[in-house]
């Protein structure tokens, strides 16, 4: 499986960016992806993820009614549109295919995760 991450760049807070993740085939027919981000000299988080087969989704806290996840089953693709964007979004983004769990996905632990991408970095201005 190989994940490629495309649309990250440098925005000026409030700005907007979509994200694409597009995928050369999934694992498992029923399959989770979920985007991950890290700044300079801080951790790596969970930002969110999606679950195809309901189309489940879960968000981390700080971004949650600006960022949207979405994805395209038919060409193995998943967006994060990211609105309202504020300096602290800046970050090297990936996006990561992961496993299912009982309901829904997991966007915060990287321990349900196993194929990433190379990463994209989204730049905000203040």
């Known amino acids: 499986v190989q994940l490629v991450e495309s649309g990250g760049g440098l925005v000026q807070a409030g700005g907007s960016l979509r994200l694409s993740c597009a995928a050369s085939?999934?694992?498992?027919?029923?399959?989770?992806v979920g985007w991950f981000r890290q700044a300079p000299g801080k951790e790596r988080e969970g930002v969110s993820c999606?679950?195809?087969?309901?189309?489940?989704?879960n968000y981390a806290d700080s971004v949650t009614s600006r960022f949207t996840i979405s994805t395209d089953n038919a060409n193995n693709t998943v967006y994060l549109q990211m609105n309202s964007l504020k300096p602290e979004d800046t970050a090297v983004y990936y996006c990561?295919?992961?496993?299912?769990?009982?309901?829904?996905?997991?966007?915060?632990?990287?321990?349900?995760?196993?194929?990433w991408g190379q990463g994209t970095q989204v730049t905000v201005s203040s």
């Open positions: 990561v295919e992961g496993t299912t769990v009982l309901d829904g996905c997991i966007y915060d632990n990287e321990s349900y995760y196993f194929s």
């Open positions: 085939a999934f694992t498992f027919d029923d399959w989770v």
């Open positions: 999606i679950r195809s087969s309901d189309g489940s989704t």
